[in-house]
């Protein structure tokens, strides 16, 4: 006998999420996606769009299983779609879009003077606990001829973008520091950094006072102590 397939319901087609898309992009690419990696160039158009939604979806579950009734707290209605949106533009935003663009100038007065930029204000996220992260950033660079002389601004700008991303501050002051280098390529490098990290001061031993410090020295810093000495010096001192 003969089945009659027109009488079997058609089967939808399996919707793959947009995250999962492009996890298998970056494993496909033999790419890390740690929490503090860029990942944009395995993100189509219109796909942080998707993302978004599906974090806000995901978000949902994640206040159903602590119990918080999103449906009659008109406190929490919109909670999961306020945090995605918290996460996905703003405080993780590091991960997700492509580096700044840098305007890039030549050294043709031949500078070769100790610089800093600073205090830059660093908002970051703890990727143990997803606590918030605050912080300045001072940035010193001894350039030589041939070193690419970029914006104050972009200081800043490669700053936010670097710290915007789950992190813990020994590797982002490393990453802010490879980035810098790489687009200015000077004699001498130094980066300090100074934040509180609110997963001690809002959680655990809730010490408010409490703050990190941590540096990162290269080339003519970390070569020649009279000139750490002076940028450490012309760093103000906490209040």
Same mark, same amino acid.
């Given at each position: 006998?003969?089945?009659?397939?027109?009488?079997?319901?058609?089967?939808?087609?399996?919707?793959?999420p947009v995250?999962?898309?492009?996890?298998?992009?970056?494993?496909?690419?033999?790419?890390?996606?740690h929490s503090?990696?860029?990942?944009?160039?395995?993100?189509?158009?219109?796909?942080?769009?998707?993302?978004?939604?599906?974090?806000?979806?995901?978000?949902? %579950?994640?206040?159903?299983?602590?119990?918080?009734?999103?449906?009659?707290?008109?406190?929490?209605?919109?909670?999961?779609?306020?945090?995605?949106?918290?996460?996905?533009?703003?405080?993780?935003?590091?991960?997700?879009?492509?580096?700044?663009?840098?305007?890039?100038?030549?050294?043709?007065?031949?500078?070769?003077?100790?610089?800093?930029? %600073?205090?830059?204000?660093?908002?970051?996220?703890?990727?143990?606990?997803?606590?918030?992260?605050? %912080?300045?950033?001072?940035?010193?660079?001894?350039?030589?001829?041939?070193?690419?002389?970029?914006?104050?601004?972009?200081?800043?700008?490669?700053?936010?973008?670097?710290?915007?991303?789950?992190?813990?501050?020994?590797?982002?002051?490393?990453?802010?520091?490879?980035?810098?280098?790489?687009?200015?390529?000077?004699? %001498?490098?130094?980066?300090?950094?100074?934040?509180?990290?609110?997963?001690?001061?809002?959680?655990?031993?809730?010490?408010?006072?409490?703050?990190?410090?941590?540096?990162?020295?290269?080339?003519?810093?970390?070569?020649?102590?009279?000139?750490?000495?002076?940028?450490?010096?012309?760093?103000?001192?906490?209040?």
């Open positions: 006998m003969q089945n009659n397939d027109d009488s079997l319901p058609a089967l939808k087609p399996v919707s793959v995250s999962a898309r492009i996890r298998a992009r970056l494993i496909t690419a033999k790419k890390r996606f503090n990696d860029n990942i944009s160039d395995f993100i189509e158009p219109g796909e942080l769009e998707a993302l978004l939604d599906e974090v806000e979806s995901k978000m949902k %579950g994640v206040l159903d299983s602590l119990v918080i009734d999103t449906v009659n707290d008109h406190n929490t209605g919109d909670t999961a779609r306020r945090v995605a949106k918290m996460y996905i533009n703003e405080v993780f935003r590091g991960r997700y879009v492509p580096r700044p663009a840098i305007t890039e100038f030549p050294n043709v007065e031949h500078l070769n003077e100790l610089m800093i930029v %600073g205090p830059i204000m660093v908002r970051s996220a703890c990727s143990h606990h997803f606590c918030p992260v605050i %912080g300045k950033v001072w940035v010193g660079v001894l350039p030589n001829e041939h070193t690419n002389v970029i914006g104050l601004s972009k200081y800043a700008r490669l700053a936010e973008w670097v710290m915007n991303r789950p992190q813990i501050q020994e590797e982002a002051v490393v990453q802010l520091a490879d980035l810098i280098q790489e687009r200015t390529q000077p004699d %001498g490098l130094a980066i300090v950094m100074e934040a509180t990290h609110y997963c001690m001061a809002w959680r655990g031993v809730k010490d408010m006072d409490s703050r990190m410090i941590n540096s990162v020295m290269r080339g003519s810093f970390l070569k020649n102590p009279s000139l750490r000495m002076e940028f450490l010096s012309l760093i103000p001192k906490k209040d």
